[in-house]
T-cell receptor, first 113, second 111 residues
Framework: DGGITQSPKYLFRKEGQNVTLSCEQN?????MYWYRQDPGQGLRLIYY???????QKGDIAEGYSVSREKKESFPLTVTSAQKNPTAFYLC????????????FGQGTRLTVV | EDKVVQSPLSLVVHEGDTVTLNCSYE??????LLWYKQEKKAPTFLFML????IEKKSGRLSSILDKKELFSILNITATQTGDSAIYLC???????????FGTGTSLTVIP
């Protein structure tokens, strides 16, 4: 079945450690996104990529990094520079251009302990 | 600054009630407005609206867009407990592939 797979579902990190969240899609979508969701704040854009080897910062990119070496993969690294990383992270993808919706993965809940 | 505002933030209703969720936006070069339902984890797509005054309908859910007043509403009639979720509104501008999301409305339907 086509879709977006995020892993792991739950992740615990010690303060000061970097951690990488995985996002893989087999929908053949060019555009991919990372969002952060906190209670009462909706979805905020961290990074997005419209094509392989290209990505742009969103509204809250500080403390995060991404890569887009393959069309189907868009991993997000939460670095130690991110001061408040505990949140729910959602990955999405869509066909670029056109009036089409974005499809979401099941999310990764990151907790800093 | 582009922004999307949803109201109310939360809502509790009884089964069978009708609810109206609101989404207002200030986005440069508007292209489309989308509604999503988020029950536990992944938001699922409900509607995409691009033209004013044309109602989109799916079962008990319907939505309409007013591009002059810059808002959209999502109506749910004869609510059921399965409608309990966070409803997200997102706006996409003409430039780029970004979506701007609102804070969401948390709907709880009690039996």
């Amino acid at each position: 079945d086509g879709g977006i797979t995020q892993s792991p579902k739950y992740l615990f990190r010690k303060e000061g450690q970097n951690v990488t969240l995985s996002c893989e899609q087999n929908l053949n979508h060019d555009a991919m996104y990372w969002y952060r969701q906190d209670p009462g704040q909706g979805l905020r854009l961290i990074y997005y990529s419209q094509i392989v080897n290209d990505f742009q910062k969103g509204d809250i990119a500080e403390g995060y990094s991404v890569s887009r070496e393959k069309k189907e993969s868009f991993p997000l690294t939460v670095t130690s520079a991110q001061k408040n990383p505990t949140a729910f992270y959602l990955c999405a993808s869509k066909i670029p251009g056109g009036d089409t919706e974005a499809f979401f993965g099941q999310g990764t809940r990151l907790t800093v302990v | 600054e582009d922004k999307v505002v949803q109201s109310p933030l939360s809502l509790v209703v009884h089964e069978g009630d009708t609810v109206t969720l609101n989404c207002s936006y200030e986005v440069t070069n508007f292209r489309s407005l989308l509604w999503y339902k988020q029950e536990k984890k992944a938001p699922t797509f409900l509607f995409m609206l691009t033209s004013s005054g044309i109602e989109k309908k799916s079962g008990r859910l319907s939505s309409i867009l007013d591009k002059k007043e810059l808002f959209s509403i999502l109506n749910i009639t004869a609510t059921q407990t399965g409608d309990s979720a966070i409803y997200l509104c997102a706006v996409r501008p003409n430039t780029g592939n970004q979506f701007y999301f609102g804070t969401g409305t948390s709907l709880t339907v009690i039996p």
